[in-house]
């Protein structure tokens, strides 16, 4: 990624969650950025495809953070708790970004990005979820339903975590006994 579009997606996350999609027009990114609005639609040919791109680098940089956390010989359990907990601190860490994807979640935009990109997307934490199943070590549901029990664990706890200024430690125990909670209602 070139410097000028770096700097188009990190003007465009700012405003848009500052004042919405509707609320955003290109040439306040562009004036953001510093770039001219040509330049900003060099890179992306409509406002649509800035969207869908500045949620894809930011879920592609979730991910590579989750990646890096979670040791693929570790234990289950410990993967799926580390893929849980970390989601959630790469989230309190990249709240614009975290608000961003959930933005994007509830709006139009989403049935803009292409399925395979969201499997692509999911796959990491599906497939997780998938093992636990066939060892026999999740409640044996479909799949996208434990994902959508842990997804929405995630995004409410974050909600509860970023309403009330909470210590550190205070937000560690938070966070290691809602997993508990979380595995207690998945595990078989």
């Known amino acids: 990624m070139v410097e000028k579009e770096k700097q188009i997606l990190a003007a465009a996350l700012q405003l848009f969650v500052a004042f919405g999609f509707h609320g955003t027009p290109t040439s306040k ?39 890096a956390q979670i040791n693929g010989q570790d234990r289950l359990e410990l993967r799926i708790r580390k893929s849980y907990i970390h989601s959630l601190y790469w989230a309190l860490e990249n709240r614009e970004k975290f608000y961003y994807i959930q933005q994007v979640h509830f709006s139009p935009h989403v049935a803009s990005i292409p399925p395979e990109v969201i499997a692509a997307q999911t796959e990491f934490h599906l497939g997780l979820l998938r093992e636990g199943i066939q060892a026999e070590v999740l409640r044996p549901l479909p799949v996208e339903l434990l994902f959508t029990l842990v997804s929405s664990h995630v995004h409410g706890l974050y909600q509860y975590l970023t309403a009330s200024a909470f210590t550190a430690d205070h937000r560690k125990t938070v966070i290691e006994e809602s997993f508990v909670l979380l595995w207690d209602m998945i595990r078989k």
């Open 29 to 67: 990114i562009a004036a953001q950025a510093g770039v001219s609005n040509g330049t900003l639609f060099h890179y992306f040919k409509t406002k649509e495809e800035l969207i869908i791109a500045l949620y894809n680098d930011t879920k592609a940089d979730m991910s590579a953070y989750l990646s």
